[in-house]
């Protein structure tokens, strides 16, 4: 089966904490895609960051970073120093091969409130 | 230089009314995605294009939804006979390449609310 599970539903924090996004992936395939998005309240997503399974490197962009683990199949993303800004709706996407093409799965989102 | 947008933004139907939801890809993207979300969900798959080509249709809910992207440009979801489950927000997505993995583009969706 392949799926993805965000746990978090919704996250309050204060101004400035440091907070981290959860997101476990099921696949058996072995070539895969991870992603990251932030859907403001405008409701558009936006991409945040892309990451290909043979490439466990983590990354820091600025105050956001991602620890990606294929050994607990995880994909996580912290945010520093938060700030109101960073309120939305954040989605983690698995993109897998299907029937000799390919499609996107997307966890159910977690919900970070960031309060002044 | 301009986004995905997506026509209508708001659309209220009577039930079992036909509606058309448009999309107009950025510019020379090759690939193209229509997704339904549901309040409070993520993002569900419904159909890719390549092209004009439709390559997976496996996430179509029933046969009352038809999508087609005959220049492989601008893109139409259709659905007949529209039923109060097919309330939701239809996102639409658009990729450069045609191979996994890419960065998608996302439209502003509409959202579409059957009485």
């Known amino acids: 089966a392949q799926k993805v599970t965000q746990a978090q539903t919704e996250i309050s924090v204060v101004e400035k904490e440091d907070v981290t996004l959860d997101c476990v992936y099921e696949t058996r395939d072995t070539t895969y895609y991870l992603f990251w998005y932030k859907q403001p309240p405008s409701g558009e997503l936006v991409f945040l960051i892309r990451?290909?399974?043979?490439?466990?490197q983590n990354e820091i962009s600025g105050r956001y970073s991602w620890n990606f683990q294929k050994s607990t199949s995880s994909f996580n993303f912290t945010i520093t120093a938060s700030q109101v800004v960073d309120s939305a709706v954040y989605f983690c996407a698995l993109s897998v091969t299907a029937s000799g093409t390919y499609k996107y799965i997307f966890g159910t989102g977690t919900r970070l409130k960031v309060l002044a | 230089g301009a986004g995905v947008s997506q026509s209508p933004r708001y659309k209220v139907a009577k039930r079992g009314q036909d509606v058309a939801l448009r999309c107009d890809p950025i510019?020379?993207?090759?690939?193209l995605f229509w997704y339904q979300q549901a309040l409070g969900q993520g993002p569900e798959f419904l159909t890719y294009f390549q092209n004009e080509a439709q390559l997976d249709k496996s996430g179509l809910p029933s046969d009352r939804f038809f999508a087609e992207r005959p220049e492989g440009s601008v893109s139409t979801l259709k659905i007949q006979r529209t039923q109060q489950e097919d309330s939701a927000v239809y996102l639409c997505a658009s990729s450069r390449g045609g191979g996994q993995g890419g960065e998608q583009y996302f439209g502003p969706g509409t959202r579409l609310t059957v009485t």
């Open positions: 990451r290909n399974s043979f490439d466990e």
């Open positions: 510019s020379g993207h090759v690939s």
